[in-house]
T-cell receptor, first 116, second 114 residues
Framework: DSGVTQTPKHLITATGQRVTLRCSPRSGDLSVYWYQQSLDQGLQFLIQYYNGEERAKGNILERFSAQQFPDLHSELNLSSLELGDSALYFC???????????????FGSGTRLTVV | GENVEQHPSTLSVQEGDSAVIKCTYS??????FPWYKQELGKGPQLIIDIRSNVGEKKDQRIAVTLNKTAKHFSLHITETQPEDSAVYFC?????????????FGQGTTLQVKP
């Protein structure tokens, strides 16, 4: 157990629907990062939050949004789902951010989203 | 922003042989380079990392080297075992913009044949 908890582990939904993926970071970690991993693809950075505030955005679609709550858990919302959104979605956390962060993230075990 | 290229995309070796995976990065300001191992159905797991003020780091059968001038770093696995079979990702920490986010390479699928 890495200490980063992602729920649900699996999600099957229809096109056009909306889903919410949840991430609880490791205790003491203030920074949360979301990544998308499609079949045969690497880890594509979506968005980062640090202590409740958005810090960086990657190639995140307008249909996707995220937030980090006061208790530091984060949610990734995916709406108007398309077949191409089927992927593994990983959350990672770290204690620090920016130039101060010289350690690796800790990843959760991911949510596998299947859009049918 | 930072860009990381990783080679090869697949690597097959015999048990006991060595495996080498190479990565290049684009931003000379990047200061931290971790390597992750991802087994089937699991999240990536940090296996070794190196900071920009160090040229080489070893941990048992795994070593990482960094050449800042050439902007490339490599993962070396010696005496490979079947349980080393997995997807390996290199990454570089993006310093500009002060986000600290990691930019990953495309991954290398390592197969160790018994």
């Amino acid at each position: 157990d890495s200490g980063v908890t992602q729920t649900p582990k699996h999600l099957i939904t229809a096109t056009g629907q909306r889903v919410t993926l949840r991430c609880s970071p490791r205790s003491g970690d203030l920074s949360v990062y979301w990544y998308q991993q499609s079949l045969d693809q690497g880890l594509q950075f979506l968005i980062q939050y640090y202590n409740g505030e958005e810090r960086a955005k990657g190639n995140i679609l307008e249909r996707f949004s995220a937030q980090q709550f006061p208790d530091l858990h984060s949610e990734l919302n995916l709406s108007s789902l398309e077949l191409g959104d089927s992927a593994l979605y990983f959350c990672a956390s770290s204690e620090k951010t920016g130039r101060l962060r010289l350690d690796g993230y800790t990843f959760g075990s991911g949510t596998r989203l299947t859009v049918v | 922003g930072e860009n990381v290229e990783q080679h090869p995309s697949t690597l097959s070796v015999q048990e006991g042989d060595s495996a080498v995976i190479k990565c290049t990065y684009s931003d000379s300001a990047s200061n931290y380079f971790p390597w992750y191992k991802q087994e089937l159905g699991k999240g990536p797991q940090l296996i070794i990392d190196i900071r920009s003020n160090v040229g080489e780091k070893k941990d048992q059968r795994i070593a990482v080297t960094l050449n800042k001038t050439a902007k490339h770093f490599s993962l070396h696995i010696t005496e490979t075992q079947p349980e080393d079979s997995a997807v390996y990702f290199c990454a570089a920490s993006e310093v500009r913009g002060n986000t600290g986010k990691l930019i990953f390479g495309q991954g290398t699928t390592l197969q160790v044949k018994p």
